[in-house]
């Protein structure tokens, strides 16, 4: 059993930064994939940011030049480090692990005010 655990969110104002984390615990395939996807009301939930074991990674148009993924493979931790936020970031944001199937964490709630 996978278990994903979520820290991070939070209220900060427009411009301000925030530094999601996810540490995923139990049985996982070292070839993997770890990010982010947000949900904001009414919407449907949205790719924010991917990393896999290997390197690779993917952000959405959205965010990038302002979002940085990171991996911390001791760990089985990813970080999704948040600057420059606005309004429109405001959503719960959800851990992703894709390894044998894919899992998801509990989500955190990221507000920015404007």
């Known amino acids: 059993q996978v278990q994903l655990v979520e820290s991070g969110g939070g209220l900060v104002q427009a411009g301000g930064s925030l530094r999601l984390s996810c540490a995923a615990s139990?049985?996982?395939?070292?070839?993997?994939?770890m990010g982010w996807y947000r949900q904001a009301p009414g919407n449907q939930r949205d790719l924010v940011a991917l990393?896999?074991?290997?390197?690779?990674?993917t952000y959405a148009d959205s965010v990038k030049g302002r979002f940085t993924i990171s991996r911390d493979a001791a760990k089985n931790t990813v970080y999704l480090q948040m600057n420059s936020l606005k309004p429109e970031d405001t959503a719960v944001y959800y851990c992703?692990?894709?390894?044998?199937?894919?899992?998801w964490g509990q989500g955190t709630q990221v507000t920015v005010a404007s």
């Open positions: 992703y692990l894709d390894t044998n199937r894919r899992y």
């Open positions: 139990g049985s996982i395939f070292s070839f993997n994939t």
């Open positions: 990393k896999t074991s290997g390197g690779r990674t």
